[in-house]
């Protein structure tokens, strides 16, 4: 199987958005969750076009932004640069009040609380066209098309996301990892 950067290199649609990313110049920001797991279940599934990109979720850290301003700017900043993209912003310094969880340390350790372990995957790209990865998980399970439940969440949750998701509609060779 390819790896996320050979599959996100023969995507250009997906190239030009982590590029509209980095063109803001956002504290350690990354574009994750089903802009880089949809991908690799399509090339599992070997879909001949790509599944529609619901949301773009942008993922950033920065704990000085104390009034949670930095997201709306960067959204605004992102959507000036490409309306059409169905851009979703978060600063994960903040995320843990809705979670309920203890403060989280960075954008990798936010990540590391969501509830598959396939969406805590997240890429960016610099000035050098390096692709980036952050996966507290790794990669590996979603490689082998799982959908593995993060025991930091209830499974509850969990099942209710696969279903209301269709995941396993849309993707019928994904089996949910026991």
Same mark, same amino acid.
């Given at each position: 199987?390819?790896?996320?950067?050979?599959?996100?290199?023969?995507?250009?649609?997906?190239?030009?958005?982590?590029?509209?990313?980095?063109?803001?110049?956002?504290?350690?920001?990354?574009?994750?969750?089903?802009?880089?797991?949809?991908?690799?279940?399509?090339?599992? %599934?070997?879909?001949?076009?790509?599944?529609?990109?619901?949301?773009?979720?942008? +993922?950033?850290?920065?704990?000085?932004?104390?009034?949670?301003?930095?997201?709306?700017?960067?959204?605004?900043?992102?959507?000036?640069?490409?309306?059409? +993209? $169905?851009?979703?912003?978060?600063?994960?310094? %903040?995320?843990?009040?809705?979670?309920?969880?203890? $403060?989280?340390?960075? =954008? *990798?350790?936010?990540?590391?609380?969501?509830?598959?372990?396939?969406?805590?995957?997240?890429?960016?790209?610099?000035?050098? &066209?390096?692709?980036?990865?952050?996966?507290?998980?790794? =990669?590996?399970?979603? *490689? &082998?098309?799982?959908?593995? %439940?993060? $025991?930091?969440?209830?499974?509850?949750?969990?099942?209710?996301?696969?279903?209301?998701?269709?995941?396993?509609? =849309?993707? $019928?060779?994904?089996?949910?990892?026991?």
């Amino acid at each position: 199987m390819q790896s996320i950067q050979h599959l996100l290199l023969q995507d250009s649609q997906r190239l030009r958005i982590l590029n509209l990313l980095a063109a803001i110049d956002l504290k350690d920001a990354y574009i994750a969750a089903g802009f880089v797991r949809n991908m690799v279940w399509d090339a599992l %599934h070997e879909k001949s076009t790509a599944t529609p990109l619901n949301d773009v979720d942008v +993922v950033f850290f920065d704990a000085n932004d104390k009034n949670n301003s930095l997201a709306e700017k960067a959204l605004n900043s992102l959507k000036q640069l490409d309306s059409s +993209v $169905p851009w979703q912003v978060k600063n994960q310094a %903040h995320m843990h009040l809705i979670n309920n969880d203890r $403060p989280y340390l960075n =954008t *990798f350790d936010a990540m590391s609380f969501w509830p598959e372990k396939e969406t805590a995957i997240a890429v960016s790209i610099n000035a050098k &066209k390096d692709i980036k990865i952050l996966a507290p998980f790794g =990669t590996e399970t979603l *490689f &082998k098309g799982l959908i593995t %439940h993060n $025991p930091k969440r209830s499974r509850t949750v969990f099942l209710q996301r696969v279903n209301s998701k269709g995941w396993l509609d =849309t993707w $019928p060779k994904l089996q949910i990892n026991k």
